[in-house]
């Protein structure tokens, strides 16, 4: 089993910048692709990034691109997604994922298997 754990959620007003981190535990050796999803209020949960196993690749949905950089330290066991430029579209609860079976950046939820409690970012006009 993998233990996730986010950190770094908050209130930002828009334009500004937050950065968040998950920290994986357990047999994090299971832990291959990484990936941050968001479910914003009334939504379903939607993907955000991901990274690949080595970290040497990454994919981001349209929304996001060019704003949100994600990145992972495979020797502390870490994925980060730094945010910049956040928009109120960006409000969401940010969850961190990790697949036992997937090398490569993913998109789909059903290719997770483990998964973190959320962190919330709220951003303000």
């Known amino acids: 089993q993998v233990q996730l754990v986010e950190s770094g959620g908050g209130s930002v007003q828009a334009g500004g910048s937050l950065r968040l981190s998950c920290a994986a535990s357990?047999?994090?050796?299971?832990?291959?692709?990484m990936a941050w999803f968001r479910r914003a209020p009334g939504k379903e949960r939607q993907f955000v990034a991901a990274?690949?196993?080595?970290?040497?690749?990454?994919y981001y949905a349209d929304s996001v691109k060019g704003r949100f950089t994600i990145s992972r330290d495979n020797a502390k066991n870490t994925v980060s997604l730094q945010m910049n430029s956040l928009k109120p579209d960006d409000t969401a609860v940010y969850y961190c994922?990790?697949?036992?079976?997937?090398?490569?950046?993913?998109?789909?939820?059903?290719?997770?298997?483990?998964w973190g409690q959320g962190t919330q970012v709220t951003v303000s006009s």
């Open positions: 357990g047999r994090t050796s299971s832990a291959k692709a």
């Open positions: 994922a990790a697949s036992a079976r997937i090398l490569w950046t993913r998109s789909r939820l059903d290719d997770y298997d483990y």
């Open positions: 990274v690949s196993r080595s970290g040497s690749s990454t």
